[in-house]
């Protein structure tokens, strides 16, 4: 633990206050603000997510560390297809360079899991997924989900039409069409309920990111763009959804 704390001295004594019996398992992070970090000090937007990208290995380490199972984190949404190309063509670039950098990767007990509608991806980032996913699967620690050409209306659709299929071909009752059955077959799999959804840059919505999952998160908000997000943040996020009562429609 007195490694952990030297490491990463940002989160400081916040971090002493952190219950480790009552970590979140599943962590979901809408990575916000990389366009307005880069503005304001003169860059072109693809310097803010190539920030944003760094802050993302930083923070998963940071909760691997700390204990938290599962991170799932907002790269690319089904919507943002509708960016410049030249924007969509730098994040595609970064995705291939984060995929590729296995050094960053294997040096932490990280898993990765790329989630989202792989079709649309070209062969060259297929190829790297299938070559991270293997590199990383008996990995143990902290499971990072990295949601790309994601939308959570879409993950929903796609279960349904997998269990419509099975009903089609005989093999489901429409009675087992139930929402265990749908919770199995969303991206994020046996995984746990996302228990706390964190969005920086000061923008208070969900834009269809984990709608399965996330019926009894918790919310935790902040002005801070993504690339400026420090340790400190996400411990003071886990403090906060630690003083939270969570009752999920009981009393
Ligand atoms: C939203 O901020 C962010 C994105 C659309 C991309 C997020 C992606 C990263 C942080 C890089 C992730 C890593 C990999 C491996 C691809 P915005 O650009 O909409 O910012 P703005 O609202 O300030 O304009």
Redesign the pocket.
């Known amino acids: 633990m007195s490694r952990f704390l030297n490491r990463f001295r940002r989160a400081g004594k916040l971090l002493t206050e952190v219950d480790p019996n009552r970590l979140p398992k599943h962590v979901g992070i809408i ?7 880069a503005k304001k000090r003169g860059l072109p ?1 693809s310097a ?2 190539r920030a ?2 760094q802050v ?1 290995k930083t923070i998963t380490e940071f909760a691997g560390n700390m204990g938290i199972p599962y991170i799932t ?5 089904t919507e ?1 297809w509708k960016r410049p190309k030249e924007e969509v063509d730098a ?1 595609m670039q ?2 291939l360079e ?1 995929l590729r950098d296995k050094e960053q990767i294997a040096g932490r007990d990280i898993k990765i899991r790329i989630i989202g509608d792989r079709s649309a991806l070209s062969d060259e980032i297929n190829a790297e997924i299938d070559a991270v996913h293997e590199y990383t699967k008996d990995r143990t620690g902290t499971t990072l989900y ?1 949601a ?1 050409n994601y939308g959570g209306r879409q993950e929903i659709v796609q279960a349904v039409q997998d269990l419509c299929r099975k009903a089609q071909a005989g093999s489901l009752n429409p009675d087992e069409l139930t929402e265990d059955a749908i919770s199995e077959r969303v991206y994020t799999e046996h995984v746990p309920d996302v228990d706390l959804i964190i969005r920086p ?1 000061g923008e208070l919505r969900l834009s269809n990111f984990l709608l399965w999952q996330s019926a009894y998160s918790e919310f935790w908000f902040s002005d801070i ?2 690339p400026d997000f420090t340790t400190r943040d996400f411990t003071q996020a886990i403090l906060d959804y630690q003083n939270r009562d969570r009752r999920f429609g009981g009393r």
Do not use: C, Q, V
């Open positions: 990575m916000d603000g990389n366009g307005r970090w937007r803010g997510h944003g990208a993302i984190a907002y790269a690319f949404s943002n994040l970064l995705l984060y990295m790309i840059s763009n993504w």
